[in-house]
Structure formats: structure tokens, C-alpha cells
């Protein structure tokens, strides 16, 4: 079956460090990743995406490549922000019917001033 | 455009009791979906729908029931309610074609089962 793996939090940084939420999968096809990121008493948002192998998706400052190779998504930022706060969730989609996601159990990211 | 909308935002449930979660979505996207979150936890899928009049089982489809009569709508339906139901519940929707996964969401019902 799919699944995704994060590593597990809370990530505690303080402003302008540099930020990785690792991500790996498992998929019995060849998935699309994606990063959702879920603001304090929100539903989540797309932060991100990626189709391809080596694709890079971008957002807001933050980066992830899909790298088939390590089947990895990791997502970067070089310089948070205490308004980074949020809880972010990495995902794949293998472009089944009906455009089903399988989600990681989210990271939480809390930046400090 | 409102995107997904959801009601109520909050409700605490007897044990027994029933309810319906409203969710609509003004961007007429053929799919919709229900995720129960817990504490901690990522998304776990409970329902969706391909369009109107079609609806299929997801991860944790027991104890709740849906219906899709228009591509506005998918409400879901908690039938004796159990504690193990306290969760947060968001609807999302996607848009057809190749938008691979890309979901729209809502802001959540959070429920309590006491």
C-alpha cells in the first residue's frame, strides 16, 4: 500500500534558522508529493507540490524536491518566521479516482522570537 | 467564492445520539471528501465522492454515512454516537482533471462525544 512518513515533532526554532521537515513514502505507483501546512484552528492548505521526479515545488519561501532515488520530499525553508508556526503534513497522491490523498502524521513547527 | 464551508464549527454529543456535519463548496469541484483528525494525528479518510449520487467507503468509514444529491453538498451522518468519534472533521474538495491530490478544505467541525 501508499504510505508517508515524517519525522515526528514538535520542531522548536527561533526566528531566521534554517528549517528541513524530513518526508519519505512508500507508493505502489508513481505518486505526486505534496506539502499541506494547517494554521492554528484552520483546515490545511496546499503549501506546495511536486509531479515529477527532481521537480522542485515552491511556496512562500519554502522548497521541497522529489527525489525518486531516496523516495524523499523533504521541505526547507532557509530563514522562519514566528508566523511559519503551524503544523505541516507531507503527502502523496498516485492519481488514483478521485484524487485520493494518503497523509503523514504532521510535523508541528513552532518558531520562536 | 466561499470555497468549503462547513457547520457547525463546534458541538458536544451525548452518546447515543445522531447528527449531520454540513459541508458545501462553491467552486463546483466534482470530488468531495470527509477526514476525521485526532490529537496528534494526520488525516485519516473517512468518505467520498466522485460526483453527484456516488460515494465510496475511505479509511475508517464505520459508524458514519453519507449522501451526495447535488455537487454543492456532502453532508455526513454520525449514527449512535461513541466517544471514539471525538475528533476534528474536515470536508475538502478537489477539482476534476489532472489536478493530482490538489484538495481544498474547510475549517473543521470539532465534535466531543461525552
Known amino acids: 500500500g501508499n504510505s508517508v512518513t515524517q519525522m515526528e515533532g514538535p520542531v522548536t526554532l527561533s526566528e531566521e534558522a534554517f528549517l528541513t521537515i524530513n518526508c519519505t513514502y512508500t507508493?505502489?505507483?508513481?505518486?505526486?508529493l505534496f506539502w499541506y501546512v494547517q494554521y492554528p484552528g484552520e483546515g490545511l492548505q496546499l503549501l506546495l507540490k511536486?509531479?515529477?521526479?527532481?521537480d522542485k515545488g515552491s511556496n512562500k519561501g519554502f522548497e521541497a524536491t522529489y527525489r525518486k532515488e531516496t523516495t524523499s520530499f523533504h521541505l526547507e525553508k532557509g530563514s522562519v518566521q514566528v508566523s511559519d508556526s503551524a503544523v505541516y503534513f507531507c503527502?502523496?497522491?498516485?492519481?488514483?479516482?478521485?484524487?485520493?490523498?494518503?497523509f503523514g502524521g504532521g510535523t508541528r513547527l513552532m518558531v520562536k522570537p | 467564492n466561499a470555497g468549503v464551508t462547513q457547520t457547525p464549527k463546534f458541538r458536544i454529543l451525548k452518546i447515543g445520539q445522531s447528527m449531520t456535519l454540513q459541508c458545501a463548496q462553491d467552486?463546483?469541484?466534482?470530488?468531495m471528501y470527509w477526514y476525521r483528525q485526532d490529537p496528534g494525528m494526520g488525516l485519516k479518510l473517512i468518505y467520498y465522492?466522485?460526483?453527484?449520487?456516488?460515494?465510496d467507503k475511505g479509511e475508517v468509514p464505520n459508524g458514519y454515512n453519507v449522501s451526495r444529491s447535488t455537487t454543492e453538498d456532502f453532508p455526513l451522518r454520525l449514527e449512535l454516537a461513541a466517544p471514539s468519534q471525538t475528533s476534528v472533521y474536515f470536508c475538502?474538495?478537489?477539482?476534476?482533471?489532472?489536478?493530482?491530490?490538489?484538495?481544498?478544505f474547510g475549517p473543521g467541525t470539532r465534535l466531543t462525544v461525552t
Open positions: 475538502a474538495s478537489s477539482p476534476p482533471g489532472t489536478y493530482l491530490g490538489e484538495q481544498y
Open positions: 507508493a505502489t505507483g508513481y505518486p505526486s
Open positions: 511536486a509531479t515529477k521526479a527532481d
Open positions: 503527502a502523496l497522491s498516485i492519481g488514483n479516482a478521485g484524487n485520493m490523498l494518503t
Open positions: 467552486m463546483n469541484h466534482n470530488y
Open positions: 465522492s466522485v460526483g453527484a449520487g456516488i460515494t
